[in-house]
């Protein structure tokens, strides 16, 4: 079955950096466009980042702009959010989707916390 899994969240100092990591099974990874979200307490889900199927376009939430970078590596059916710069208000649960035509598939998300 299709399966997203998401990992590399964690406690992190204002400033600092984490990698988020999400590894697809059970579809054709390379043929769905990739991107990340996040949600905060009390907020609705945003968009962070998302990436085309070969990873030649890219598109940031204004927010994360010039701290994320997301890419992806089809042969190991992987996407990566690097984040740098983090700032408290980045702290949210971070999910990673997969999209085709009408299709989207969601990963469990991973908890973020920026804190001093």
């Known amino acids: 079955q299709v399966q997203l899994v998401e990992s590399g969240g964690g406690l992190v100092q204002p400033g600092g950096s984490l990698r988020l990591t999400c590894i697809g099974s059970?579809?054709?990874?390379?043929?769905?466009?990739m991107s990340w979200y996040r949600q905060a307490p009390g907020k609705e889900r945003e968009l962070v980042a998302a990436i085309s199927t070969t990873g030649s376009s890219t598109n940031y939430a204004d927010s994360v702009k010039g701290r994320f970078t997301i890419s992806r590596d089809n042969a190991k059916k992987t996407v990566y959010l690097q984040m740098n710069s983090l700032k408290p208000e980045d702290t949210a649960v971070y999910y990673c989707?997969?999209?085709?035509?009408?299709?989207?598939?969601w990963g469990q998300g991973t908890q973020v916390t920026v804190s001093s």
């Open positions: 989707k997969a999209t085709y035509t009408t299709y989207d598939y």
């Open positions: 059970g579809f054709t990874f390379s043929s769905y466009g």
